[in-house]
C-alpha cells in the first residue's frame, strides 16, 4: 500500500518531467498525508493534453450520498479495479497519475506496528515517481465538487517484498499517455501497465521516525536513519545504498 510521499522537486521540474498545460506554483512537501491536496496529472477529454490539478488524496465515487459514512479510499488494488463498484467507471474514463519523488513505506518488527520501522522508497535514477491513479469528481447534495484520486497499488518487486506486500503502480514515462487516455477503449490496454516495477527501478534506504507524525514536513525526515551504521542489517533484507535490485 502507500499512506505517505513526498513531492519536493522544484514546480518547473515537476512540469518540465511530466509535459502539463498548467504552471502552478507549490511548495514543497515531504510528508503528503491521506485527506490532504495532491498534485494529479490527468488528460483532458476535451483537448487531450496533459493538465495539472489538486485533488484530495481520497477517492469518492460518484455513487456515495454522504462521505462521512464512506471509508477513506486511499489505494485500489489493481488486481480487483475492473470488480469494484466504486472503481470500474473511474478505470474506463478518468485515469490519473499522481506525481511524487518518493514515499515511504513500515517495515513491521514483530507481530505489530508499534515497532515498524520506516524506509524511503525512490526511483533509482533519480527521476520523479508516476503512480498510476484513478480521479473522480464528487457532487454533493447541494451541489459542491470535489475532486478526489487514489493510488493504484500492485505486488511488491524484488527486495521491497520484505518491507511490505503491497506498493504503488509506478509507470514509465512512455506509458503515461495510455494510462491517461480517457477514451474508454483503451481501459484493458492500460489495465495491463499495472505491475510491480521492474527490478532496476526502486532504490530505498532506511530512515528515522520523524515521518510517522503528519506534522513532521521538513527535509529532515528523509535523512538516512543514523542508528543502521552501529548495527548489522536485519537477516531478512539488507539495505543497499547507492545500489540498485
Sequence with gaps: MCGRFALTSPPQAVRDFFK??????FPPRYNIAPTQPVAVLYRGASDGDRHFRLM??????????????FPLLINARSETLALKASFRT?????????MADCFYEWRRIGKTKANAQPFLIRRADGA?????????????????????ACIVTTAANGATAALHDRLPAVLEPQHLDLWLDPDERSAAEAHRLLR???????DFFEIGPAVNKVENDGPDIQARNPAVASRPPPDAMEERQGSLF
Design 56 to 69: 484530495r488524496w481520497g477517492f469518492l465515487p460518484g455513487f456515495v450520498e454522504d462521505p462521512k459514512g
Design 90 to 98: 473511474a478505470l474506463r474514463r478518468r485515469r490519473c497519475v499522481l
Design 128 to 148: 520523479p515517481l508516476a503512480f498510476a491513479g484513478l480521479w473522480e469528481t464528487w457532487t454533493g447534495p447541494n451541489g459542491e465538487e470535489l475532486d478526489t
Design 196 to 202: 510491480p516495477a521492474a527490478e532496476d527501478i526502486l
Design 20 to 25: 502539463y498545460r498548467e504552471q502552478p506554483n
